[in-house]
């Protein structure tokens, strides 16, 4: 299997109320089915500079596909599914090698945090490391 696409994501720091962001997940692989897994080095928390993980901003990923008649996902974080958990039935966006991203199947990685959550936090960098685990379905 390979996953590629993945960009950083920037959230606009002028912005006020729920702050919401996403990069493409493409994967290409000799299976038709891939589920994924979602674990983060903060435990889903943005942590500020050296900053521990417990002080940091949490949030919510969610890995989306949208299907024929239906949107298939996941979530990971405060009070979804735990860090490593596998969900899904998705497709793959072509064979191996391929490296396109379909746009009919706008596979992504999204991630939302609440304005109550950032609310009255210092002003400054803020960062987690998210590691994506595609296997087989």
């Not at 435990?43 to 949107?71: H, M, N, R, V, W």
């Not at 009070?79 to 072509?94: E, Q, T």
């Amino acid at each position: 299997m390979q996953l590629f696409a993945l960009e950083d994501i920037t959230f606009n720091t002028a912005a006020t109320g729920d702050l919401k962001g996403s990069t493409p997940s493409c994967v290409d692989s000799n299976v038709e089915r891939y589920e994924v897994s979602l674990d983060t080095a903060n435990e889903f928390k943005l942590a500020a500079g050296s900053a521990p993980a417990a002080d940091g901003i949490p949030y919510t990923l969610t890995y989306s596909q949208k299907g024929l008649t239906d949107l298939v996902w996941g979530a990971w974080g405060s009070g979804h599914l735990g860090p490593g958990v596998a969900a899904g039935d998705f497709s793959i966006d072509g064979p191996i090698g391929g490296k396109t991203c379909s746009p009919a199947l706008d596979s992504k990685i999204t991630v939302d945090i609440k304005e109550a959550d950032y609310t009255g936090k210092a002003t400054g960098s803020y960062s987690d490391t998210v590691t994506v685990v595609v296997s087989s379905k």
